[in-house]
């Protein structure tokens, strides 16, 4: 079992920066990846970016050059450095981890963290 807590969220003006942390416990161990998503107002959930154990971080075209991805190698916390933000990037961010257990792989999720950019 995984639990994960986001912070960091916040209002920010377009063109400013926030930090997203996301503190992992449990079994961490088992984590082979780990994301963040975001989801606007009345929209599906999306990916924004992902890093895997001992690869390179993958981020979406919308937010590559502006956000960095970043996690300690105990996998104890993830952070996502989002700059120059635009109000597109508005939405709740999720924090995400993906465990595997034998041949069992698991989703864990946070509970999500507000990000509002005003124009």
């Known amino acids: 079992q995984v639990t994960l807590v986001e912070s960091g969220g916040g209002l920010v003006q377009a063109g400013g920066s926030l930090r997203l942390s996301c503190a992992a416990s449990?079994?961490?161990?088992?984590?082979?990846?780990m994301a963040w998503y975001r989801q606007a107002p009345g929209a599906v959930r999306e990916l924004v970016a992902l890093?895997?154990?001992?690869?390179?971080?993958f981020y979406d075209d919308s937010v590559k050059g502006r956000f960095t991805m970043s996690s300690d190698n105990a996998k104890n916390w993830v952070h996502l450095q989002m700059n120059s933000l635009k109000p597109e990037d508005t939405g709740v961010y999720y924090c995400?981890?993906?465990?595997?257990?034998?041949?069992?792989?698991?989703?864990?999720w946070g509970q999500g963290t507000q990000v509002t950019v005003s124009s």
């Open positions: 449990g079994t961490i161990s088992t984590i082979n990846a």
């Open positions: 995400k981890a993906v465990s595997v257990a034998g041949d069992v792989e698991y989703e864990y």
């Open positions: 890093i895997t154990s001992g690869g390179s971080p």
